[in-house]
């Protein structure tokens, strides 16, 4: 009994497997399997929805001193059903003008590429939906077909603020996932493989203590690549109404949403599994039922930061993001990769690479931060913005 | 059950290109081409090449393709459906289609294409495989490709670039 609970998802799949296999054959059995694992995953967005808002708006409420909703029952968990209720009974509306097909099959591809995202991410020692041996990059390619539905959303839709923030969007995104793949392609180095699985098995240590520069630079593109503040002039209310989802209603704009806050979850999770340690924590190889609670806690607290920072930060600029990440986020990853490929050559001990390699991303960190500091005093000095001298 | 999928795949891909040349809007067209893309990535994936296929994704689907679609947001006139559907010079580059489409079945008829299946690697090994074999034999022409990428890259910069007046 007790063993059976040690490794609980592990041995409830193959209990269920075995209840199939007495009644159907084996191909079905596949099929059902592939079915359930599909269904279960393909409802990760939408749960994340239902929860991430309400932990979201309780959050920001409380960085800005509000309470946040509360009228919906205890500390207003269900508010996010009643805004999920309202919403599908909102008329649906196209505009005049707009490309039919393309505008009703955008929602739709959007939300299929935040569901796929979770094919490849481990909750816990075998709990996996595809353990692919190209997981790492598959994470990034099928983050790309994102950018297409963001365009297609934003041509279709025969508006000239969803244009502009489809277009802010593609050149956000094409930006940012250079040193997402960057800081990805040191993971992988690191641990020898690209499969998700095999990157969680390979930290022993987790490698955002290894490497803080890749984390900070994933860190950072996934909050840009999600369109979250600071990055989140994609969708500046103040200048593009609503950026690219403007013209929708209803369950299509529904869809955004729920890709919205499925790819802030997924890019968590991800973070987790490349630089945390994903199921990895104390007795979790033990007893292996403990790897999805470790799993979602710090998931969670990757989410918790990323509302903390968007709560206190503000905006960017169209090109102070660009800026930000060719000239400061595209060499430090470089630096990063490169000093990361020398150091797991050089014939010293395990340890001994480690403190190299964490020594030298504390170097990058340290000159990154330095010419940053540097340019931002020029930028105040040609501005005239130093407090000392506007006061004279 | 394979031959079943390549079909399916064969003819999404094979519609999807004929749409690209076929459809009015440019936009429409640059649509039906990431489709094409897709069902390519779709054929790898029945070749067991999924690297390759993920590649296709993420550099044809996710980059070019995109790029593309700028390229027809930003150009000034070729979003009016009413644009003319050929220039002076489409003799010239039909021309050179045929040629083209001559010098590739030239070439695939007469490569010894191997038809019985070999024990292909497993799929982890394909990409160390991969990996290795760019490095150490196809070591000059990786290099040459990057050495044409950074050509690339500098031009556009010096094109793009602002004079300083």
Redesign the interface.
Known sequence: MFDYIRNFFVNLGTSWTNWLNSFLPEPAVTVVNFLVIGIILVMMPVIATLTLTWMERKVIGRIQNRIGPNRVGPWGIFQAIADAVKMLVKEDIVPDGA?RP?FNLAPILIAAGAALLWAVIPFGRGMVGAD???GV??L??????T??AV??AG?ASNNKFA?IGA?RV?AQL?SY?VPMILSIAAVALIAG???TMGVVEAQQVPFALLMPVAFIAYFVAGSAEVGRAPFDLLEADSEIVAGYFVEYSGLKFGWFYIAEYGNLFAISAIATTLFLGGWRGPFSHEVPALGPLYFIIKTILVVFLLMWIRGTWPRFRIDQMLGFAWKVLVPATLANLLWVAVILKLPVPQLVQWVLMLGGNLLIIFIAATMLGRAAKRYAEAHNLNPASSAV | MQQLMFIVISAVTLISAALVVTTRSLFRSALWLILTFFGIAGLFILLHAEFLAIAQILIYVGAISTLIIFAIMLSRGVMDPNARRFNDQWGLVAGFAAVFFVLLTAIMTRVPWQTTMAPAPMAAEAIQLLGRELVTPYAIPFEVASVLLVVAMIGAIIVARERES
Not at chain 1, 140 to 145: C, N, R
């Open positions: 490309d393309v692919l041996n190209i990059i598959y990034v390619a099928v983050g790309s077909i950018t297409v365009i297609m041509w244009l277009f593609v094409l996932e493989t690209m499969s």
